[in-house]
């Protein structure tokens, strides 16, 4: 039987010693390593997962009936169905009615106001806030299928006698716009407005649904 010396013996061991801790060191580092990658990884997973704040949207409900006296049906006869063609939207409008009537628009759908409210709005990004009004603006659908709302809604604001001064609408503050609205239903969408306290004396709003309808129109004091 061989005899190794003693020396080579213990060179053996330390060798196999120092490969064992390096092996050790190396799987500890690739372990490290992996687990470094899978949190970083995982952090842009969770900051995508973030909910993002978005302004509310308006709920449709079931339409209540609507006593027929409080509902007006403006002469169509002042309407120019090129209005929008030719870029005088002022000939898309229905003569004016006071802020609380309603107005039937080509018999199926109606239009109203609830109670305008003063209101001091903040500003959101690229808007300029300050002392306004709160619009809401109620579509009631009564004809026999679904009306688009979110691609043509349009809500105006002017203060002042005749044209007036455009208001700013604080679009932060405002209901989003639901897609559509079924038959039989009725929706409120809330719009602020931007108007000096001391403007608010004559109001003018035009509430549009489009390039197929009149615009109704509405005007009084929101003071």
């Given at each position: ?41 995982s952090?842009p ?54 802020l ?6 080509d ?34 659908n ?25 208001a ?7 209901d989003?716009?639901p ?6 239903q ?22 549009d ?15």
């Amino acid at each position: 039987m061989m005899i190794l010396p003693a020396v080579l013996v213990l060179g053996l061991g330390l060798a196999a010693c120092g490969g064992g801790k390096s092996h050790s060191a190396a799987s500890s580092s690739a372990s490290s390593a992996s687990a470094s990658g899978s949190a970083a990884a995982s952090a842009p997973a969770a900051a995508s997962n973030a909910t993002t704040p978005t302004v509310q949207t308006a709920k449709p409900s079931p339409a209540p009936p609507s006593p027929s006296n409080e509902v007006a049906t403006p002469d169509a006869s002042s309407i120019d169905p090129k209005a929008v063609e030719t870029g005088d939207l002022s000939k898309d409008e229905y003569p004016e009615v006071s802020l609380d009537k309603s107005v039937r628009v080509d018999g199926d759908v109606v239009i109203s106001l609830g109670k305008l409210q003063a209101q001091d709005f903040a500003s959101g990004p690229a808007e300029v806030g300050g002392p306004g009004v709160l619009v809401p603006v109620t579509v009631t659908n009564n004809s026999g299928q679904d009306l688009a709302l979110a691609s043509v809604l349009s809500t105006t604001v002017n203060y002042g006698e005749g044209a007036g001064t455009p208001a700013s609408e604080i679009v932060s503050a405002s209901d989003a716009v639901p897609a559509s609205l079924a038959a039989g239903q009725t929706v409120t969408v809330n719009r602020a407005f931007v108007i000096p306290a001391e403007d608010r004396a004559s109001v003018k709003v035009v509430v549009d649904l489009g390039a197929d309808h009149g615009a109704a129109t509405f005007r009084g004091s929101a003071g």
